[in-house]
């Protein structure tokens, strides 16, 4: 299995909607990622996850809550966001310090 | 912050030609770049990454070109097709000193290719 996947694939939800985007890998890799992209700009990364342990979170509003419950989940918990959240979520994973990342399709996400 | 590449270009190409994607980073620290291909509603795939100790490396039709001196990275995609039309980024890991990768992106070049 060489695949990241990431459900759902689209999601609309309410400013007062509470919702979770999942993200899931068999690889064995280590480390995953959640990104966020807006339309025609670059990922941004929004957190890091080394061995199941939060180690990057660049400043990320509390309305999003990360959460890693074994190695190969990743959740994004998602609470009171705003119509500007609105974006393409990308989760990625990778093994080590090279290697790059494996992406997975993303959530496109609508706030309305 | 730090900030990889220039506004979004987009490049025009015949199919049969030969591409070349720049970018242009501002970390002198970094120590390992990648190029992504991002196609419409998809997440990036990996295309091919280089190590600052190395200048050029080949992969299948493409090429990174890496010119540490002027911080400049670029891509080369020989007999370009069809299905190469897509964004691509480049990334930077400015820190290699941790136990996983925090790339940075560049802003991308879309690719359109015409039969």
């Known amino acids: 299995d060489t695949e990241v996947t990431q459900t759902p694939k689209h999601l609309v939800m309410g400013m007062t909607n509470k919702k979770s985007l999942k993200c899931e890998q068999h690889m064995g890799h280590r480390a995953m990622y959640w990104y966020k992209q807006k339309a025609k700009k670059p990922p941004e990364l929004m957190f890091v996850?080394?061995?199941?342990?939060?180690?990057i979170n660049e400043s990320v509003p509390s309305r999003f809550s990360p959460e890693c419950p074994n190695s190969s989940l990743l959740n994004l918990h998602l609470h009171a966001l705003q119509p500007e959240d609105s974006a393409l979520y990308l989760c990625a994973s990778s093994y080590d310090r090279i290697g790059g990342y494996t992406f997975g399709s993303g959530t496109r996400l609508t706030v309305v | 912050g730090e900030s990889v590449g220039l506004h979004l270009p987009t490049l025009s190409v015949q199919e049969g030609d030969n591409s070349i994607i720049n970018c242009a980073y501002s970390n002198s620290a970094s120590d390992y770049f990648i190029w992504y291909k991002q196609e419409s509603g998809k997440g990036p795939q990996f295309i091919i990454d280089i190590r600052s100790n190395m200048d050029k490396r080949q992969g299948q039709r493409v090429t990174v070109l890496l010119n540490k001196t002027v911080k400049h990275l670029s891509l080369q995609i020989a007999a370009t097709q069809p299905g190469d039309s897509a964004v691509y980024f480049c990334?930077?890991?400015?820190?290699?000193?941790?136990?996983?990768?925090?790339?940075?992106f560049g802003t991308g070049t879309r690719l359109l290719v015409s039969p």
């Open positions: 990334a930077e890991n400015p820190d290699m000193n941790t136990g996983f990768q925090k790339l940075v």
């Open positions: 996850y080394s061995y199941e342990k939060l180690s």
